[in-house]
């Protein structure tokens, strides 16, 4: 079992930067590949960035692409999305998930299987 907060979440203007942090406790991330997920009101949960349990690999969805960053650091058993040149459209609650190793594309939501509660990011025009 694995337990995942995030946090760092809050209301910003179009332009600034945030940095979410995703805690663990009862197991060490680094045994994990972890992914960044959103969801907007009324819409389906949307894959956002994939980090490789080896910390080397990473991907992302091609609208933040060039504006966000994920990175991890073991020792402190969390994981880090830099959000840079925020925009309205990526107003919406933000989860970090543990990816279930052996399972098809990281892009998946369905291939997660430990979820964080999530934290709301809100960004004004």
């Known amino acids: 079992q694995v337990q995942l907060v995030e946090s760092g979440g809050g209301l910003v203007q179009a332009g600034d930067s945030l940095r979410l942090s995703c805690a663990a406790a009862?197991?060490?991330?680094?045994?994990?590949?972890m992914g960044w997920f959103r969801q907007a009101p009324g819409k389906e949960r949307e894959f956002v960035a994939t980090i490789i349990r080896s910390g080397g690999t990473t991907f992302y969805a091609d609208s933040v692409k060039g504006r966000f960053t994920i990175s991890r650091d073991n020792a402190k058993n969390t994981v880090y999305l830099q959000m840079n040149s925020l925009k309205p459209e990526d107003t919406a609650v933000y989860y970090c998930?543990?990816?279930?190793?052996?399972?098809?594309?990281?892009?998946?939501?369905?291939?997660?299987?430990?979820w964080g509660q999530g934290t709301q990011v809100t960004v004004s025009s």
């Open positions: 998930a543990t990816f279930n190793s052996g399972s098809g594309s990281y892009r998946a939501s369905t291939n997660y299987n430990y």
């Open positions: 009862g197991r060490t991330l680094s045994s994990y590949t």
